[in-house]
């Protein structure tokens, strides 16, 4: 049996490399972002350390993606520098068989997908929430009139008024407040009636409450109101489920599920979401269980080139697959269960077999 000693060395090997590489590639989004924000920023009055602080709220959910990714790299890492130094051939040649010094990496790659979970997503929510605030504050500032934008959230309505089509540049509360707003209201014909830009809109029962609000109507020309209201259909549930059910925290999700089953709404992506949640422990597990399959070569046997490569191709297959996956289930196609689990599950049995066969023939 492998040693405590020897499970905790291989346990830090792994756990150093997988959070060098997640925290150098959360480097280079930060800076990726900062410089996208300035763009983005350009003329208005916005300091250097308010963009700094929306860029780290923004980066846990930006690398919440990144995590199988960084587990897979760091395993492939990890096995191929203890081959490279022979330490798994005297810890083989000692009677520690594979499964037992890969077991440390297994385990820590379960811990990591529970606290990413329970401990990261809801993080991760809360800090996009105070991302979207800042946000909202900023592209509030200054909004020019018919200021075009190819940016932004789009929603579309149909209430008494007509078909609506409202454009934000930003969004806090989840959906709820949205602030750079141009509304278009259309007919029963089909032809456009008012445009309203205002500075924020708030979701109200029955009616959207624009402030700072200038309307546009072919009638009368340009007016502009303290306070403007429109009509719509749309619930704060129906609100957030258009956004982005990966903003919702991993345990606001039951009751997001529960409320949108009893209005009637598709809670199909909520459903999808929090399966994918409860099931990223066996994906990181299935990214170990590949990385092990192809890096326990010895390097004098040589092709150690292709070995790293054939790892990555499976890894970015494996999660090709499990967003192809979720995109179905996302459309109704597959059960979100099925969805959620079947690409973790398969990979990781596809890794149990080839080492069953390299290791154990």
């Not at 925290?23 to 308010?50: H, K, P, Q, Y």
């Not at 445009?195 to 029955?206: K, N």
Request: glycine share 8%; charged share 15%; net charge neutral.
């Amino acid at each position: 049996m492998i040693g405590r000693t020897l499970a905790i060395y291989f346990g830090r090997r792994f756990l150093t490399s997988v959070l060098g590489i997640f925290v150098g590639c959360a480097f280079l989004i930060m800076l990726i972002d900062f410089l996208e924000l300035s763009r983005r920023v350009g003329e208005r009055d916005v300091d250097s350390a308010t963009l700094l602080l929306l860029v780290l709220y923004r980066v846990p959910y930006f690398t919440e993606q990144l995590l199988p990714f960084a587990v897979l790299f760091g395993a492939i890492g990890t096995f191929l520098t203890l081959s490279r130094r022979l330490e798994l051939v005297v810890a083989r040649s000692a009677g520690v068989s594979a499964w037992q010094f890969i077991a440390p990496a297994c385990f820590l790659a379960l811990l990591l997908g529970v606290l990413s979970t329970t401990v990261y997503n809801p993080l991760s929510a809360e800090f996009k929430e105070r991302a979207s605030r800042i946000e909202a504050e900023i592209f509030n500032r200054q909004t020019g009139l018919f200021a075009s934008t190819t940016g932004g959230y789009w929603i579309r309505q149909q209430s008494i008024d007509g078909e609506a089509i409202i454009q934000a540049a930003a969004q806090s509360d989840r959906g709820r407040q949205l602030s750079g707003v141009n509304v278009f209201l259309f007919g029963e014909d089909g032809k456009l009636l008012e445009r309203i830009e205002a500075r924020t809109a708030t979701l109200e029962e029955g009616a959207w409450r624009l402030s700072d609000a200038r309307v546009l109507t072919p009638e009368i020309g340009l007016q502009a109101y303290d306070t403007y209201m429109v009509a719509t259909n749309l619930t704060p549930n129906q609100i957030q489920d258009r956004l982005q059910a990966q903003t919702v925290s991993f345990w606001d999700l039951p009751a997001a599920i529960d409320a949108a089953t009893r209005i009637g709404f598709g809670a199909d992506r909520y459903r999808l979401q929090y399966q994918s949640l409860l099931a990223r422990p066996m994906l990181l597990l299935a990214m170990v269980l590949i990385a092990a399959s192809v890096s326990l070569r010895v390097f004098r046997f040589g092709g150690i080139g292709q070995t790293i490569l054939g790892g990555v191709v499976a890894g970015f297959l494996l999660y090709v697959f499990t967003k192809l996956a979720e995109d179905l289930g996302e459309v109704g196609a597959v059960h979100p269960v099925m969805a959620a689990w079947f690409p973790a599950v398969v990979g990781a049995l596809m890794g149990v077999l080839i080492l069953l066969h390299r290791e154990d023939g």
